[in-house]
C-alpha cells in the first residue's frame, strides 16, 4: 500500500508547502495566511487549542445597530456566511408596503416621468425627474401624489392588474388629499410649489380616473369634463395670491410655455383643425338674435381661444394649452356645458378634437374621442340640423382611430 501523503511537506528552505495548491503555508494557526485570505479551507489546520489565540482575520464581529450582548460572531468559511439570527418584532413591521413604494418610484423615475413634460422641453424633463421628487421629499402629501399617479400609469400598462393598481392610487389619493388641504389652510411662498405641483396631479390623474357618479352609472365623458374643470378652477386660486410676490421657482417651466409668444393667424397656415372654426362663427352669427349679445360674446371668445389653441399645437406641439384650455375659456362657458346648451356643446366638441393631440398619452384615456362621441348624441337630441355641424369632428375622431 502506498503511503498517504501529507499535503503540507518541507520545502528546500524550510517552509511548508502546500502541495494542492503549490503555495508556500506561512504556518499561522489555526489558518494559514494565504487560506484565510483567499477564504479557502486550509488542510494544514488543526483544531485551536483553548489557550491559543485568533488570528484577526479569523472571526469578525458584525454590529447591525441591535443590542446584544455578547456580540454575534461569524467565521469566514468557503461559501458560507453565518448571520446572527434578528428578531421579527425589530423588522419593519409593513414590508410589503416598502417594496411597493421602492417599486412605484423606480417605475415613476424609469417611465412615468417622460409622460408628464412637453416634447422636447428638457428644463421640463428635469422638473419632473429631478425637481419634483426632492420636492416630494419635504411634504408627504406630494410623495403620496407621485405614488398616486405612478399607480394609475401601471394600471393602464398592466391591464390584468388594473383593479389593484387603481385601489393603490385611490388610496394614495385619498391620503395625500388630507395633506393637500391642511397645506391650504396653510399657504406661503415655502409651500408654493408643492401645492401647484399636488393641484397638476390630480387634474391629470382625473383624465383617466373617472369621477363617481349616482346610483353607481358609469362616468359620460361630460362629466368628467364638468369635474375637471372644478378641479382646474382651483388652480389660479393656488396661484394667484402669490403670483406677483414670489418667484416660481422649480415650477416655472411649466409656465414658461404660455410665456411664448403664439403664432399669429397670419404667421401660421391654416390647418385642418382651423378650417372648422369659421363654420361655429357663422352659427353663432345665425342665433345671434334669440341668444342676445352677451352670450355671442361667450362663444366668439371661446371660438377665438380653440382656434389659437388648434395652432399653437400644430407648431409647437405642447400639451400644456391643451389641458389648460377649459381654464382659459372662462368659467361662462362650463356653466352654459352644464345647462346643456347646443352652442357651449358645440364648442366643447371641438376642444374634444384639440384634446387629440394628446390622444397618444396615457393618461389621456381616449377623454378626446369619448367628448366627441358623447356630446355629438346630446347635439342629435336637439336638433338634426345642428348633428350636421359636428360632422367634422367625427371625422377626425375616425381618422385617428383608423391610424392608431
Known sequence: MVPRRNPHTKSRNG????????VKCDEQRPICGNCSFGLRNCSYQHPQSSTSTQHPTATATLDLGFASSPPHEFSYQPNQLSLPAVSSAIRDPDRARRREELYLMHYYSTFTVHTLKNNGQDNELHLWQIDFPREALKHEYLMDGLLMLTSLHLAHVEPSSRGKHIATAMRYQSAGLVGFREALENMDAENLSAVFLFATLVVVAAF?????????????ATDRLISIIELLRGVPLVIDPFWERVDLGIIKPLFQTFETPSPSSESTPA???TRATPILRERVDH???????????????AINHLDKSFRESEVHDTMAHIVAWPLTVGSELATLLQQAD???QLIWIHYGVLFLH????WWANDFGS???QDLSKAVRSVDEDWYTLTQWARDQVDKMKSTA
Not at 346610483?215 to 359620460?220: K, L, V
Open 358 to 361: 394628446v390622444q397618444d398619452r
Open 208 to 220: 383617466t380616473l373617472p369621477p363617481a357618479t349616482t346610483h353607481g352609472a358609469s362616468a359620460t
Open 271 to 273: 390647418s385642418d383643425s
Open 287 to 301: 342665433i345671434g338674435k334669440y341668444v342676445g349679445p352677451e352670450r355671442c360674446r361667450v362663444y366668439h371668445s
Open 15 to 22: 517552509c511548508i508547502t502546500c502541495k494542492t495548491r503549490r
Open 370 to 372: 369619448s367628448l366627441v
Open 342 to 344: 347646443p352652442m357651449a
